[in-house]
């Protein structure tokens, strides 16, 4: 069970570079989600998406993209990479977000460790 | 909105004492909350929830946490510490009512167990 595969683990970038992080997921998941973590600030939301072809912003996604083909993809490129991008990346998937809220189990990805200089 | 403090940003124990770190919540309506564990290095596991049945949870590795209401708190317990149980702990809120299909987290306490 690969569960959610993230690629690369690592990352250096130079200010105004573009990349694309991968995520995959193997679980036939509605949902998926990338996220950001930082010290001191929990996780934050930058984009989720309910289903193949539906995206939606979440609570930090300036300077971020993402699109959703595919049920099991959902890759997140940033756009011109700056300084304060500079973070650990993650992507959760779930069965279902239910009604207007989330009552499911996400699974998360080990992680994409970006760096800009 | 939806809101989740962890009062505790570290707690230190020693391995086989007991374990608290709370949490407390604003949520307009009813909500679900979670904690998650992350190890180092890692992704995060969920370890228990709350979907409004039984307002105590019994989670992985011997953890429990008792949704109370009236106090807006979600505090996670362990009865005896392990040297695994080292690691940041996520308390999680889904709340219904903000129409967003998401998760709000905590800032994390971080765990550390002394032999």
């Known amino acids: 069970n690969a569960g959610v595969t993230q690629t690369p683990k690592f990352q250096v970038l130079k200010t105004g570079q573009s990349m694309t992080l991968q995520c995959a997921q193997d679980?036939?998941?509605?949902?998926m989600s990338w996220y950001r973590q930082d010290p001191g600030m929990g996780l934050r939301l930058i984009h989720y998406?309910?289903?193949?072809?539906?995206?939606d912003q979440g609570e930090v996604p300036n300077g971020y993209n993402v699109s959703r083909s595919t049920t099991e993809d959902f890759p997140l490129r940033l756009l011109s990479a700056a300084p304060s991008q500079t973070s650990v990346y993650f992507c959760?998937?779930?069965?279902?977000?239910?009604?207007?809220?989330?009552?499911?189990?996400?699974?998360f990805g080990e992680g994409s460790r970006l760096t800009v200089l | 909105a939806q809101s989740v403090t962890q009062l505790d940003s570290h707690v230190s124990v020693s391995e086989g004492t007991p374990v608290l770190l709370r949490c407390n919540y604003s949520?307009?309506?009813?909500?679900?909350l979670f904690w998650y564990v992350q190890h180092p290095n890692k992704g995060l596991q969920l370890l228990l929830k709350?979907?409004?049945?039984?307002?105590l949870v019994k989670g992985i590795n011997g953890f429990e946490a008792e949704f109370k209401k009236s106090e807006t708190s979600f505090h996670l317990t362990k009865p005896s510490a392990h040297m695994s149980d080292a690691a940041e702990y996520f308390c999680?809120?889904?709340?219904?009512?903000?129409?967003?299909?998401?998760?709000?987290f905590g800032s994390g306490t971080r765990l550390q167990v002394q032999p």
């Open positions: 959760a998937s779930s069965y279902s977000i239910t009604g207007r809220g989330g009552t499911g189990e996400l699974f």
């Open positions: 679980m036939n998941h509605e949902y």
């Open positions: 998406s309910v289903g193949a072809g539906i995206t």
């Open positions: 949520s307009s309506y009813s909500p679900s």
């Open positions: 709350y979907t409004s049945a039984a307002t």
């Open positions: 999680v809120v889904s709340d219904p009512g903000t129409g967003r299909r998401a998760l709000t």
